[in-house]
């Protein structure tokens, strides 16, 4: 069965690409999430003022991966303890947040935030129910894939 998630974590370019190599997922799409402007720009999304989120459109075949296992994944690309963005990218834009579809990713989602706090970790990542997600303009899609290169602020990290 195929079926969508939706991550922020910082700038779109890093989430993307560490999506896009994971077993099971068939597309990865930078985007925009969570604001209140209809149809927003990179340069609406990156003054703050629109309540937009980078977030990243997941589509995946549930027979192969399971969202458990992108959540995690989601965690362990990212800083989900920093409150202000991500690295270097600081701004409400690059905040840390999962868009759950349903109350199964919903409950998934909080039974990981449990176990990292669990961890002694301060989780900043917020739930958000799914709302319109805007892709982001064609220069955003596969960044690092065309200039062959690494993201900057998203490295694995094995937590779970």
Not at 74 to 98: K, R
Request: with cysteine; glycine share 8%.
């Amino acid at each position: 069965m195929i079926k969508k998630a939706y991550f922020a974590a910082g700038c779109f370019w890093g989430v993307e690409y560490h999506f896009k190599k994971f077993k099971g997922v068939i597309s990865a799409i930078s985007g925009y999430m969570g604001g209140n402007i209809p149809n927003p720009t990179y340069e609406m999304v990156c003054s703050g003022f629109t309540g937009h989120l980078e977030a990243v459109e997941i589509t995946y075949d549930e027979t192969l991966v399971n969202f458990e296992e992108l959540a995690k994944l989601f965690f362990e690309i990212h800083d989900f303890t920093q409150i202000n963005g991500q690295g270097p990218d600081i701004g409400s834009q690059y905040l840390s947040a999962i868009f759950y579809v349903d109350t199964e990713q919903k409950d998934i989602s909080e039974k990981l935030i449990c176990e990292l706090e669990n961890k002694g970790f301060k989780v900043a990542t917020s739930l958000y129910p799914y709302c319109v997600f805007y892709e982001a303009e064609s220069y955003h899609q596969d960044y690092y894939e065309r200039h062959q290169k690494v993201p900057y602020c998203h490295k694995y990290k094995k937590i779970f």
